[in-house]
């Protein structure tokens, strides 16, 4: 069954870092979007993407957030200058079309020290 | 706003009981519901979806969900549990496309042998 996959699997960063994670979607998947879920809380939507653009973003998706998709199947999200109310696990998922769900990725837990 | 809320925070059944998760939602038009189940350390894994027709719609692992708009429910069932069914399992609905989900807090379930 074809996968997102999301790396790396963990990452720990210090306070005001940069970092980039990485995603995969499936290929023939035309949406895609980034979720995070703080520990103990629920999932929360981030960003969704299509055609190349940002399509709907929340309050949280700040100026310090980007998404990008360089090469057709690779879909990043960058966090410009980490804050320790970072830390949470980010997944990735992408959609063919809007009855399908998502398939989501297995997650980046990020940590910020 | 669409929000929805899982009132069970931690639910423990026998191996082989019968299980009901539940969920209700707010939504001004037709709702697209989704149940969604995360195992430690895992990613989110669709379980079902319901769009239209058939309240009751049946799902992977042996999981049925039963649509009911006059309660805006959409509570999950299994008839008899296995000791692999303890996760974290998450309620989400979105709107018609491909916008946003919007996640319960999700409900925690436990299988005692």
């Known amino acids: 069954e074809p996968e997102v996959t999301q790396t790396p699997s963990h990452q720990v960063t210090q306070m005001g870092q940069e970092v980039i994670l990485r995603c995969v979607p499936i290929s023939n998947h035309l949406y895609f979007y980034w979720y995070r879920q703080i520990l103990g809380q629920k999932v929360e939507f981030l960003v969704s993407?299509?055609?190349?653009?940002?399509?709907?973003k929340s309050e949280i998706f700040d100026d310090q957030f980007s998404v990008e998709r360089p090469d057709g199947s690779n879909f990043t999200l960058k966090i410009r200058s980490t804050k320790l109310e970072d830390s949470a696990m980010y997944f990735c998922?992408?959609?063919?079309?809007?009855?399908?769900?998502?398939?989501f990725g297995s997650g980046t837990r990020l940590t910020v020290v | 706003a669409q929000s929805v809320t899982q009132p069970d925070i931690h639910i423990t059944v026998s191996e082989g009981a019968s299980l009901e998760l539940r969920c209700n939602y707010s939504?001004?038009?037709?709702?697209?519901l989704f149940w969604y189940v995360q195992s430690p350390g895992q990613g989110l894994q669709l379980l079902l979806k319901?769009?239209?027709?058939?309240?009751l719609v049946q799902g992977i692992k042996g999981f049925e969900a039963e649509f009911k708009r006059s309660q805006s429910s959409f509570n999950l069932r299994k008839p008899s549990v296995h000791w692999s069914d303890a996760a974290e399992y998450f309620c989400a609905v979105g709107p018609f496309g491909n916008e946003k989900l919007t996640f319960g807090t999700g409900t925690r379930l436990t299988i005692i042998p």
């Open positions: 939504y001004g038009a037709t709702p697209y």
């Open positions: 319901y769009f239209s027709g058939d309240t």
């Open positions: 998922a992408s959609s063919e079309g809007y009855r399908d769900g998502y398939t």
């Open positions: 993407f299509y055609n190349n653009e940002i399509s709907e």
